[in-house]
């Protein structure tokens, strides 16, 4: 009897895993800012100064509030951005593992310079005092002041260098 118990609890909590899995992996697809607050910091919990809610979620929800200060193409390289962040990190191994807040916060920021620059960064920001204009406005200058963001700029521009 008690073993038909626990394979009820576990199918039950596999049934609910698999869900909220499944709704992150949707809201991840489709850039949806609610994915940082929903997923990374329940399946996580790091505060307000964590990864989730401090820089992606808070970002993810500036970019949005700021989002007909850009063009038509700077609009497609947040949504672009968005979805590609998103999906990394709920495709990865540290996401889906026992990660710890800062696993969280490296493996995010080091996907950064990526996502900028297949979304067409190079080309649509860097090229655009539109887009540089509205990027300058929805960051802020402290949050430039730590290694992973420092490097994450680094990568991304000297990429745009190279190529």
């Not at 038509?72 to 672009?80: M, P, V």
């Not at 649509?124 to 290694?147: A, E, Q, R």
């Amino acid at each position: 009897m008690a073993s038909l118990a626990m394979l009820f609890l576990f199918s039950l909590y596999s049934i609910s895993t698999c869900t909220a899995t499944d709704s992150c992996q949707e809201m991840a697809a489709s850039g949806n800012c609610a994915f940082y607050s929903e997923c990374v910091e329940k399946r996580v919990p790091c505060g307000p100064n964590g990864y989730a809610l401090g820089y992606g979620g808070k970002y993810c929800i500036k970019f949005g509030e700021n989002i007909d200060c850009f063009p038509a193409n700077g609009q497609q390289w947040i949504n672009k951005v968005r979805i590609c962040l998103e999906t990394a990190l709920v495709n990865s191994t540290v996401y889906r593992n026992n990660a710890t807040c800062e696993d969280i916060k490296d493996y995010a920021f080091k996907t950064h310079p990526q996502c900028y620059l297949d979304a067409g960064f190079c080309s649509v920001i860097l090229d655009s005092p539109t887009n540089l204009y509205c990027l300058y406005k929805v960051f802020d200058v402290k949050d430039f002041f730590s290694k992973l963001a420092i490097n994450q700029v680094y990568q991304t521009l000297k990429s745009c260098a190279s190529g």
